[in-house]
């Protein structure tokens, strides 16, 4: 049996926010689809980074910051510092990325275009119950 692809398992909801966008809009837009995280994209359709709920907490509201006139791109880590899969990379890496960096959610990249995220979740669908459990006690450290 072949291996799966991050394409394969995949959301290819590539809702973003953009990098200009406030972080008060990036709030309403993680509640309004129910998730924690989403990609920051730039005026140049790539990918900036990302915003988590976390980050709006702890480095907008905990820092005296106006939601409404922070942009989202002052969250994003940049470029250089996003974790990402390649759309054609195997479960098995996108296992080991997210355990590398201890992270939930990958964005998945074709060329320099955001594809769509895969999941912690995702990944767990796709691998044995021993690989969930390391995958969770990884991200989770």
Known sequence: MATKTAREIMSDDCTCIGENDSVLEAARRLAELGVGAMPICGEDDRLKGMVTDRDIVVKVLAAGKD???TRAGEL???DARTI??????SVDEALHTMARYQ??????????????????ADVARNISDD???????????
């Not at 990402?84 to 990379?89: H, P």
């Not at 690989?131 to 450290?141: D, H, K, T």
């Open 103 to 120: 992270v939930r959610r990958l964005p998945v990249i074709d060329g320099r275009r955001l594809v769509g995220i895969v999941a912690q």
């Open 131 to 141: 690989q969930v459990g390391e995958l969770v006690e990884a991200i989770s450290q």
């Open 76 to 78: 994003g880590q940049g």
């Open 67 to 69: 939601p409404a006139r």
């Open 84 to 89: 990402t899969i390649g759309a054609d990379d």
